[in-house]
């Protein structure tokens, strides 16, 4: 409890009496203060970092088990079964690491890092974001887009640990079992297989530079991120607990997969031992050779082990992703009305009119939204000045003001 008027109080581990501390805490049989308090938790942490023990807070007993992280997901993200299994699987996994205290017979886990391949919009990132939620454990998501080799224009490979140890507020120990999820991996693929007089320096140079990260290495890392200089104060982080997650487009390695199954992306071509390929969605076939062909260096798929994709989302798929999850894009625009006590509903029409044009957009998931957007844009423009306490969204109503949008504007040019 906080201090009181009793002068006669101290601090049992320092001697501060009640009127030279901020806060004194009253225990059976004597007081701590909180300056002895904090002190006492960073020993807690040091102990437990230099026995290599892990964070108390996590026992397997208490852990998710793969089920019931999948069924976490579900509740965000429609479909995708299979590459939530493996995400869960491999989040689960990455626990019983760290966890692991025994390894006097010499059987030691590695890390099950995952790359996930899939078209813009089928949820790559969301499923990162989203089991984000669940962790016990640091989370942050890179864009490997920005990323070039050392000395170059750009940001250098050592600043993703900088970003994990800025979400752990600079707890090393706690960074060094954290989950890095590294989108748009497919950006940084080989540019092409001829020499050239110019270095690659986005390309396969950052795959050379990630090779270490994946590995599991100690990696001096900058606190505030940006180019590293020879008078500055580094931070060593050890790689070897942290789980990375990998995800990508790869747009065109359909092409890729249909020449190694000797079949085609288009016409009516086809040998009797392709019979059986569904060519709507080669991605299912995808195998680290494919990952190869399209431009990943040998060794940084070899550190990557799990494999996995996500299939493009159907028409029936898309209208379940506009209205069911708990953060739909409809109950986001409702809840957006509702703060301003007006009723937000649609009718079937409209969402069905709202898939259509994301279908024909050919932006996935991620084109929902732009399409409602600019049908409420009016509506959320004037409603919440008018005394109008209800909206129903009507196929006609959708249409109309989808038409005046820039969007099909843009679109129709």
Known sequence: MSKKANSGKYCSFCGRSEKECNVLISGVSGEICDICAEQAHEIVNETFK??????????LSSLPKPAQIKEFLDQYIIGQDNAKRFLSVSVYNHYKRILQKNVEDDVEIEKSNIIMVGAT??????????????????FTIVDATVLTEAGYVGEDIESILTRLLQVADYDVAAAERGIVFIDEIDKIARKSDNPSITRDVSGEGVQQGLLKLLEGSVVNVPPQGGRKHPDQKMIAVDTKNILFVCGGAFDGIEKKIAQRLNTRVVGYTANNGSANVDRNNLLQYITPLDLKSFGLIPEIIGRLPILTYLEPLDRDALLRILVEPKNSIIKQYQKLFEMDDIELTFDEKAYEYI??????????ARGLRSIVEAIMIDAMFALPSEEQKDLNVTYDYAVDHFEK?????????
Request: no cysteine; aromatic share 2%; glycine share 10%.
């Open 50 to 59: 230099s026995s290599g023990k892990a964070d108390p807070s996590i026992s």
């Open 121 to 138: 919009g089928t949820g790559k990132t969301l499923l990162a974001k989203t089991i984000a939620k669940l962790l016990h454990v640091p």
């Open 355 to 364: 898939v259509d044009k994301a279908i024909e957009f050919k932006l996935g």
């Open 405 to 413: 949008s820039e969007l099909q504007r843009l679109n129709a040019g």
